[in-house]
């Protein structure tokens, strides 16, 4: 009886890291294809260092999703110019849609190396600083910006006015590199090309780090830096200026402090984006559940049900024919008994968990695949409310994924890692 069980607990944890690893799989395929990770960071980004984006959105997705989110609610005020939306997404809309097929956050790829001196700072083109900026010069053209070439020590009376003015530095988008881009310029020699665009998906703190203090000292030092981040109203400039009063002006410690940041802001950022994709693994997990029809309860009774055949062929030896009367209803009538039984063990509960696909194959006499459209039973069976619970049951195992059920099947079977240059006890 314990060897039941035993083998019931393997055949479902066996076939749910086939299932999960089957998730997982169609999970990075949809990951890697759309550049969701690389996407998600750079929309981090985008946030942090350019800020908000307008509010308005410029692609079909975009003005689609924002029609969806206010059907039902009451028609609100539109907020100040200085309010934007996030590039990260905020729900399952976001994350189904916005983030896979909305306006791409990611800076467009180059084949050059990192330049020798890098463009000035500029507002991000689709940023809320950039439109301000465009409201600014259109209600009062004469306060255009000076040439960035042009600095303080240089200017005249009326420029020395704009030069100290809060959006001094701030620079049109088509004068310069928003701070988003400048960091991606030091990074592109590790950088390879996807439809376009950059397809860095992870950058190391300490890099991060030197990248910033590449952009001060380009920039005219880090205090010039915080100046125009703050005239940018970036997020970017209240942690910045916090690590340089914590490093009292030291630039080594100023460098620590911001890889510091940097790593505790992907951590943060980390679980944010496993919270986002365990939505998407519990939609593969249903979709998947639906297509092999799989239910668990059934699964496992059919399991304990093999073994009990298998107990009254093992007695067929002593109690004779009449040992195979469960096996009957598994059997065509007029049927070879011996021939069932073949068939009937030759085919185990953990195979026919698969055979109730919509498409099911089978390998015939001559050894060919048989191929055959089972699509009305597979419905059937798919609206039976009696497999509801088994379907459930296997969408929740699924949640838990391939490195759980695979640690299980270990602890279950006995199986051992054995490591390199260890010792048999």
């Given amino acids: 009886m314990i060897s039941y069980y035993a083998d019931l607990a393997i055949g479902l944890v066996l076939a749910f890291l086939l299932l999960s690893l089957l998730v997982s799989g169609i999970n990075e395929g949809i990951v890697r294809l759309l550049g969701i990770r690389s996407k998600f960071l750079w929309a981090y980004l985008r946030d942090t260092l350019d800020g908000a984006e307008t509010a308005d959105g410029t692609t079909k997705v975009d003005r689609a999703l924002d029609a ?39 800076p467009a790829f180059s084949r050059q190396p990192p330049p020798v001196e890098s463009p000035p700072l500029a507002a991000a083109a689709d940023s809320v600083a950039a439109e301000r900026m465009t409201a600014d010069s259109t209600a009062n053209p004469s306060s255009s910006p000076v040439d960035p070439a042009h600095g303080a020590e240089q200017a005249d009376p009326g420029e020395a006015v704009v030069l100290t003015s809060d959006t001094s530095a701030v620079l049109p988008p088509d004068q310069g590199k928003s701070m988003a881009e400048l960091l991606h310029e030091r990074l592109q020699e590790i950088d390879h090309a996807k439809r376009g665009r950059t397809s860095i998906a992870d950058i190391p703190p300490a890099r991060f780090a030197v990248a910033v203090l590449e952009i001060a000292t380009q920039h005219g030092g880090v205090e010039r830096l915080m100046r125009d ?35 505790g802001e992907m951590e943060r950022l980390s679980l944010l984006y496993r919270r986002y994709v365990r939505w998407v ?34 007695a067929f030896g002593q109690s004779g024919p009449q040992a195979l009367e469960p096996l009957r209803e598994q059997c065509e009538p007029g049927q070879d008994p011996y021939a069932c039984v073949t068939d009937v063990l030759s085919t185990p509960a953990f195979v026919k968990i698969f055979s109730h696909a ?15 459209w089972r699509g009305g039973d597979w419905w059937e069976r798919l609206i039976s409310p009696g497999h509801w619970p088994g379907y459930l049951v296997t969408v929740l195992a699924l949640l838990f994924g391939a490195p759980f059920w695979w640690d299980i099947l270990r602890r279950v079977s006995g199986l051992r890692t054995r490591t390199f240059g260890s010792t048999p006890s």
């Fill in 358 to 372: 919509p498409v099911n194959v089978t390998m015939d006499a001559s050894g060919g695949p048989d191929w055959a």
């Fill in 68 to 106: 969806l989110q206010r059907v039902g609610r009451e028609p609100t005020r539109e907020g100040p110019l200085e309010e934007g939306r996030s590039r990260l997404p905020a729900g399952l809309m976001g994350v189904f849609a916005r983030l896979p097929f909305g306006r791409d956050p990611r």
């Fill in 281 to 314: 693994l519990v939609a593969l997990g249903l979709v998947v559940t639906m297509v092999f029809s799989m239910d668990s309860l059934e699964y496992g009774k059919s399991l304990l049900r093999d073994n009990a055949y298998r107990s009254a062929v093992t």
């Fill in 229 to 263: 981040l703050d005239a940018l109203k970036s997020p970017f400039y209240r942690p910045l200026q916090a690590v340089w009063d914590r490093a009292s002006h030291d630039l080594e410690a100023f460098r620590r402090g911001v890889e510091d940041w940097f790593d």
